[in-house]
T-cell receptor, first 111, second 114 residues
Framework: DGGITQSPKYLFRKEGQNVTLSCEQNLNHDAMYWYRQDPGQGLRLIYYSQIVNDFQKGDIAEGYSVSREKKESFPLTVTSAQKNPTAFYLC??????????FGPGTRLTVL | GDSVTQMEGPVTLSEEAFLTINCTYTATGYPSLFWYVQYPGEGLQLLLKATKADDKGSNKGFEATYRKETTSFHLEKGSVQVSDSAVYFCALSLASGGSYIPTFGRGTSLIVHP
């Protein structure tokens, strides 16, 4: 089955640690996105990539970094510079007609 | 910039009641419009969409019509079920400089009681 996988489902981070969230897709989509979801805030765009080896900052990129070395993969690193990283993180890709296809999400908690 | 405004929730209904969730948008061009649904602890999934004015998107008994004159895309369902309890997001997508950056509303929580 085609789709987007994210791992891990739950992630715990200590203060000062960097952590990397995985996002993989087998939909053969060029564009991929990372969103952050907080209660009552909707979705906020962190980074997006329209094509391999290229990515752009979204609205809240500070404290995050990404890479896009392969079409299938778009990992997100939450660095220690992100002061309030506890949130639900969603990865998505863009399909035909601009439809967004979402992964199941990773819930990150800072201890 | 582009924006999407949804009615605040939670919307609480009894089973078989009529549902309306309002959504209005502002955009500098002619966007595609979407409704996504999110069940607890999951990612979003497409519910329906419309790509041009007067188009009606429909799926699983839900409907929404692209109204250019009122810049609206209200979600409706004639008879809700307990299983419809979820958070619903209205969104638009518009090309900008070769990129497609979606804009999402804040989401509206729907709670359906038996």
């Amino acid at each position: 089955d085609g789709g987007i996988t994210q791992s891990p489902k739950y992630l715990f981070r200590k203060e000062g640690q960097n952590v990397t969230l995985s996002c993989e897709q087998n939909l053969n989509h060029d564009a991929m996105y990372w969103y952050r979801q907080d209660p009552g805030q909707g979705l906020r765009l962190i980074y997006y990539s329209q094509i391999v080896n290229d990515f752009q900052k979204g609205d809240i990129a500070e404290g995050y970094s990404v890479s896009r070395e392969k079409k299938e993969s778009f990992p997100l690193t939450v660095t220690s510079a992100q002061k309030n990283p506890t949130a639900f993180y969603l990865c998505a890709s863009r399909g035909i007609g601009d439809t967004q296809y979402f992964g199941p999400g990773t819930r990150l908690t800072v201890l | 910039g582009d924006s999407v405004t949804q009615m605040e929730g939670p919307v609480t209904l009894s089973e078989e009641a009529f549902l309306t969730i309002n959504c209005t948008y502002t955009a500098t061009g002619y966007p595609s419009l979407f409704w996504y649904v999110q069940y607890p602890g999951e990612g979003l999934q497409l519910l329906l969409k419309a790509t041009k004015a007067d188009d009606k998107g429909s799926n699983k008994g839900f409907e929404a019509t692209y109204r250019k004159e009122t810049t609206s895309f209200h979600l409706e369902k004639g008879s809700v079920q307990v299983s419809d309890s979820a958070v619903y997001f209205c969104a638009l997508s518009l090309a900008s400089g070769g990129s497609y950056i979606p804009t999402f509303g804040r989401g509206t929580s729907l709670i359906v009681h038996p």
